[in-house]
């Protein structure tokens, strides 16, 4: 599978009143670090847009290990695991400094932009699933 590489800084809109990144605002890191990974795969949200893709997510699973603060530089890791006829299965990871902070586990559904369940588009697994994997979070 492709493991994909991004950093976020820790920015004080981000904090809640302890200081710590709130705990939403990880979905916001993650959703762009998933984004870049299918720019990054040739399979960016216009261009399948203008095929009539989506994808949705469909289960979020969201386990925070450490807090995160203020101008912390976190590595965002992403993988795709699955591909199935029409959802995938994905593992994503926020690091500082080798240190866990959050994890996150994705299950995601193509449709057409009505909302109907599509199959993958085509190349998708294959893209996908190709290179090397990220570490099982435990």
């Given at each position: ?30 959703e ?30 969201a ?24 959802t ?51």
């Amino acid at each position: 599978m492709i493991d994909h590489t991004t950093t976020i800084v820790v920015r004080f809109g981000d904090l809640d009143p302890y200081d710590h990144v709130n705990h939403a605002r990880y979905f916001t890191y993650f959703e762009s670090a998933r984004i870049e990974l299918l720019e990054e795969m040739g399979f960016g949200m216009d261009l399948m847009k203008s095929q009539g893709f989506q994808i949705v997510l469909v289960e979020l699973t969201a386990r925070f290990h450490k807090p995160a603060v203020l101008h912390d530089r976190l590595t965002i890791e992403t993988a795709v695991l699955e591909v199935a006829r029409s959802t995938t299965r994905w593992r994503q990871q926020a690091t500082r400094g080798g240190d866990l902070i959050a994890s996150l586990e994705v299950r995601a559904a193509f449709t057409d932009v009505g909302g109907a369940p599509v199959r993958a588009p085509a190349g998708f697994s294959e893209r996908a699933l190709a290179g090397t994997s990220l570490p099982e979070l435990s």
